[in-house]
């Protein structure tokens, strides 16, 4: 059998650099199928300060519900409700407790299509780097906004950065991060793509740009690793 993949990519060529729409095709075997067909992710972000642990929720669950905590100086912690097949779990909490807690439940009908937020740059030289450097958090879905949920500490607006994570509705997949024992440093989402295999893989079993390009190049069988 055969499946059919376009591909949007950036082709760096000698002569000139311009966006292409390449189309190949591929002879695939049956037992290719199953990998050829798992979806695949983007991970866009994080966003904040890069340090403490990094943290990452995955993509396999649905997000049900979201505990936000933070103080006057900054976010403290997120924790998630993923739903599943066979029912929901409750993640682990990356960060600690703040004086301020919000909780948001999600509809079965609703989908995050907007985070985001700001955060100071905090020099890593900083004598308190516990105290968290995201100041600001919004989260919109497709039927209402939440937050933002603001720190009231002052910062520099020259150390002011801020953030947007934008997708279509229904692509949203969950979060990850940066978190230290008692704040939450930074913060990243995952966005479900409509591509099937990655172009490193095709690459890695053996085409090339002329096959991408070229309709009438060799058809590429893949094989299941």
Not at 133 to 148: A, C, F, H, Q, V
Request: charged share 25%.
């Amino acid at each position: 059998m055969e499946l059919q993949i376009s591909i949007r990519l950036t082709l760096l060529l000698l002569s000139s650099s311009k966006n292409q729409d390449c189309r190949v095709r591929l002879g695939v075997s049956a037992r290719a199928v199953r990998y050829c067909c798992e979806e695949m992710y983007r991970k866009v972000g994080p966003e904040g300060n890069h340090y403490g642990y990094s943290w990452d929720d995955g993509t396999q669950g649905k997000v049900k519900q979201i505990f936000v905590s933070y103080s006057d100086d900054g976010f403290n912690s997120i924790q998630t409700v993923l739903e599943f097949p066979r029912g929901s779990v409750l993640m682990k909490r990356h960060g600690g407790e703040g004086s301020n807690f919000t909780m948001i439940n999600l509809e079965e009908d609703e989908s995050i299509i907007l985070v985001s937020g700001f955060y100071h740059l905090t020099p890593s030289s900083y004598p308190l780097r516990s105290k968290s450097s995201l100041k600001s958090l919004s989260i919109r879905t497709t039927l209402r906004e939440y937050g933002p949920y603001t720190c009231k500490v002052v910062c520099d607006p020259n150390d002011i950065r801020h953030f947007k994570f934008e997708v279509e509705a229904g692509k949203f997949a969950g979060f990850h991060g940066l978190s230290e024992a008692d704040c939450l440093n930074a913060i990243g989402i995952h966005v479900h793509t409509e591509a099937m295999i990655t172009l490193e893989e095709i690459l890695r079993q053996g085409a090339t740009i002329d096959m991408m390009v070229n309709p009438k190049a060799p058809r590429l069988t893949l094989s299941e690793s």
